[in-house]
């Protein structure tokens, strides 16, 4: 045995009340001289005391529904026979005592039936919904006990009785143990856990979260592994059969495998967070989903446009995404998660185009490096002027670039290429619309970051634009990969206006 697992072995048996003095000894050896040691103790005592709270918030709660059964139950049902019933249905005392046993064990049976029907009847509460954007099975206001919910489409926000707060995004399908434990099958939650509610578990097939004070995501899909994510705080992960505890804290990801486990990306785009439903929920009820249907109806018709992507048919463009929820209820959005995800199209043929606009609904799950690529053109050839890449950069800006486009000596250099002055997103992990138009007669690149203009970029070099075989999504695993969700990707070729860019994202904008 390692020095390592013994300092464990030791302290989880002091832990237990089953340490031997010179096992105590040990580990007060371990304590005084290893700082590692004194880490590992600390975790230890967390996630001891986690369990701890979840423990005896369980027995409360088991209390509490005895308690009521009994108050209910106990006065419906008659189980002991009188000694005068007895005798005058029995001739001698031993059948006495044979039907007594018997009437006894029918009468135990039938308060066991009622004490069920009871159970059933009146579930304990759980939760509460707070909001409900879009999911039809669920309405605010409804209570949540231990029945099993499966929401379609939408976004639910869940407050528990202890005050932890949850967003389920569908589809998903989950149920409480007790207001401190959830089953989540399938489906994306984030929770927000206040300190009375310390050690909130979630249970997913292939192992559990249990919170140490914290914020924190888990992803379930219906095939495969959960991941764990924290935005803020502890947590401790623990994969089925056996698995190792594992730490996380800010930032970190953590796969959860049967018996093991692996550290994963952290993605914090990837879940909608308690507090973003309200605004969802608003949107919705002021008929938003109609009017980007109007506003999208409005680009179809418009002759010059190139190429539109909503992902809602049928047909899938090739390449390597996951379809999930968009940012309407039911919707599909392209989600880009592994490094080598794209989706390929060829679009705008051979044709040179002197103006164009690049607009989409975008869902970041960081910032910085590597470069997120939003559209790519195959290839940087010396022999294709024009060649687009679009992308969000280490330094957090939106970038232009055409191949042999030159920027003006006026402007700011930012690494040679036609970049936003401000950041692409100030606050982590939203819906944001992005948007650039580009004229070469002009020699003008725009940008605008929901639907307000950003700055121009001037050029003193301009091509026309050239599209052909392009993909979103990775470009090169070494430096361009993208990581979040796209929704409608629009490709026209012209240049937007100002107003019909801050209209273009009025009209699809999903919170209020």
């Not at 008659?78 to 249905?89: C, L, N, R, Y």
């Not at 550290?263 to 980007?292: C, H, N, T, W, Y």
């Not at 920027?407 to 948007?435: C, I, K, M, Y």
């Amino acid at each position: 045995m390692s020095n390592e697992a013994r300092f464990r072995q030791n302290v989880q048996d002091y832990l237990e009340g089953r340490a031997t003095p010179e096992q105590v000894l040990q580990m007060n050896q371990e304590l005084r001289s290893d700082l590692d040691s004194r880490r590992a103790f600390r975790e230890m005592l967390n996630l001891d005391s986690a369990l701890m709270e979840a423990t005896k918030e369980m027995m409360h709660e088991t209390a509490e529904v005895t308690a009521e059964l009994s108050e209910e139950s106990a006065p419906q049902v008659q189980f002991e026979p009188t000694p005068e019933k007895v005798s005058a249905s029995s001739p001698d005392g031993g059948n006495n005592h044979h039907w007594v046993s018997l009437l006894f064990l029918i009468a135990a049976s039938l308060m066991i039936l009622a004490g069920s029907l009871v159970w059933f009847a009146k579930s304990p509460e759980f939760a509460i919904v707070e909001y409900a954007a879009g999911a039809q099975s669920l309405s605010t206001g409804m209570t949540i006990g231990t029945e099993s919910h499966f929401i379609q489409a939408g976004t639910v926000q869940l407050v528990t009785t202890r005050g932890t707060r949850i967003a389920i995004e569908a589809p998903a399908l989950f149920s409480f143990e007790s207001a401190q434990r959830l089953q989540l099958k399938h489906g994306r939650l984030a929770a927000d856990v206040p300190q009375e509610a310390h050690g909130f578990t979630v249970i997913t097939p292939t192992g559990q979260a249990i919170d140490l004070g914290t914020k924190f995501g888990v992803d379930m899909p219906e095939a495969g592994e959960a991941e764990i994510h924290v935005f803020e705080g502890e947590v401790v992960a623990q994969s089925t059969d056996g698995g190792n505890l594992s730490n996380l804290r800010n930032s970190q990801a953590f796969r959860l495998q049967s018996a093991a486990g692996t550290p994963s990306s952290f993605r914090s785009g990837a879940f909608i967070q308690p507090g973003e439903v309200d605004s969802l929920s608003a949107a919705l009820q002021a008929g938003q989903p109609k009017r980007s249907q109007w506003a999208l109806q409005e680009l179809r018709d418009d002759p010059q446009l190139i190429a539109l992507f909503d992902f809602e048919t049928e047909q899938k463009q090739p390449g390597k995404y996951r379809c999930v929820q968009g940012r309407w209820p039911g919707s599909q959005a392209a989600e880009f998660v592994n490094v080598g995800d794209h989706m390929k199209l060829d679009v705008g043929g051979e044709r040179l185009w002197p103006q164009l606009t690049l607009a989409a609904w975008v869902r970041l799950d960081h910032l910085g490096e590597p470069y997120h690529s939003l559209l790519h053109t195959d290839g940087w050839d010396d022999t294709k002027k024009g060649q687009v890449h679009w992308m969000v950069t280490r330094l957090t800006t939106m970038r232009l670039a055409l191949r042999d486009n030159k920027l003006a000596p006026s402007d700011r250099p930012n690494e040679g290429f036609p970049d936003s002055q401000t950041s692409v997103l100030p606050e982590q992990g939203r819906w944001v619309h992005l948007a650039t138009v580009y004229d070469s007669d002009k020699k003008t690149v725009r940008f605008y970051f929901n639907g307000k203009f950003d700055s121009e970029s001037k050029l003193s070099q301009a091509h026309p634009a050239r599209l052909g075989p392009a993909q979103i999504g990775n470009w090169n695993t070494l430096d361009r990969t993208l990581s979040g969700r796209i929704d409608e990707m629009l490709i026209l070729g012209r240049a937007m206006s100002d107003a019909e860019m801050e209209h273009l994202f009025a009209a699809g904008n999903p919170y209020r």
